[in-house]
C-alpha cells in the first residue's frame, strides 16, 4: 500500500514570494511516478507535474520546481514569486501498481496580495 | 478537447434517499475512476474501471455504492441508502492507460458532484 503525507495543511504567503510544499511518500514499489495536483476554489483538479521513479533530475517548468530525492522519499514542490491565482489546495500523489492514485491530505495555500 | 463531464453539480437529499450521479470520460481515455473528497482531505479511490471491467474495488463500501461502466464508456455512480458520512465531492476522472505498467498517463478530473446529505 502507497501512502503520501504532507506535513503543512496551510501555507500563507504575500505575492511575490516563494512557498515550498513538502511531500513524503511511502512504497514498496520501485517503479512509481509522483504528480502534484491543484485544486483552485472551484473544484476541479488539475495536473501540475509529474516525476517517475528511476530519474531523480530535478527541473523547472515557469514558476514550478520540484526536488525529487529517493533516498528520503521527499517530492517537494516550489512555486516561485507567488501570485494570487495560485492560491489553491495542492496534493502530492504517487502512481504505483494498478494505475492507483493515493493521495496526500493535500496544503492549503494561501497568497495575498 | 472536451474534458471530463459530470452530472449533476450539486445534489442535496435526505438520509437513506438514494442518489446517481453521471460521468462520462474524456473520448479514448480506457480507465475511469471515482474518487470521494470529504471536506478537507485528499481523495479516496472508490472504484477503477479499465473499459468495462473492474480493476479496483477495494474501498467501495458495498452494502451501499454501486456503480457501473456498461459500455466502458459513460459511469454511474450510485448511493442507496445515503448516509450522513456520505457528505462529500465526488470526482471523476479518466486517463489513457491501455497497460497496467503504463503509470505515467496522468489523470483527468471532472469538476465532481457536490452531495450533501441532511
Known amino acids: 500500500a502507497q501512502k503520501v503525507t504532507q506535513a503543512q495543511t496551510e501555507i500563507s504567503v504575500v505575492e511575490k514570494e516563494d512557498v515550498t510544499l513538502d511531500c513524503v511518500y511511502e512504497t514498496r514499489d520501485t517503479t512509481y511516478y509522483l504528480f502534484w495536483y491543484k485544486q483552485p476554489p472551484s473544484g476541479e483538479l488539475v495536473f501540475l507535474i509529474r516525476?517517475?521513479?528511476?530519474?531523480?533530475q530535478n527541473e523547472i517548468s515557469g514558476r514550478y520546481s520540484w526536488n525529487f530525492q529517493k533516498s528520503t522519499s521527499s517530492f517537494n514542490f516550489t512555486i516561485t514569486a507567488s501570485q494570487v491565482v495560485d492560491s489553491a489546495v495542492y496534493f502530492c500523489?504517487?502512481?504505483?501498481?494498478?494505475?492507483?492514485?493515493?493521495f496526500g491530505g493535500g496544503t492549503r495555500v494561501l497568497v495575498k496580495p | 478537447e472536451a474534458g471530463v463531464a459530470q452530472s449533476p453539480r450539486y445534489k442535496i437529499i435526505e438520509k437513506r434517499q438514494s442518489v446517481a450521479f453521471w460521468c462520462n470520460p474524456i473520448s479514448g481515455h480506457a480507465t475511469l475512476y471515482w474518487y470521494q473528497q470529504i471536506l478537507g482531505q485528499g481523495p479516496k479511490l472508490l472504484i477503477q474501471f479499465q473499459n468495462n471491467g473492474v480493476v479496483d474495488d477495494s474501498q467501495l463500501p458495498k452494502d451501499r455504492f454501486s456503480a457501473e461502466r456498461l459500455k466502458g464508456v459513460d459511469s454511474t455512480l450510485k448511493i442507496q441508502p445515503a448516509k450522513l458520512e456520505d457528505s462529500a465531492v465526488y470526482l471523476c476522472?479518466?486517463?489513457?492507460?491501455?497497460?497496467?505498467?503504463?503509470?505515467?498517463?496522468?489523470?483527468?478530473f471532472g469538476n465532481g458532484t457536490r452531495l450533501t446529505v441532511t
Open positions: 500523489v504517487i502512481k504505483a501498481a494498478g494505475n492507483k492514485l493515493t
Open positions: 476522472a479518466s486517463s489513457l492507460v491501455r497497460r497496467e505498467s503504463s503509470y505515467n498517463s496522468p489523470l483527468h
Open positions: 516525476r517517475n521513479s528511476f530519474d531523480e
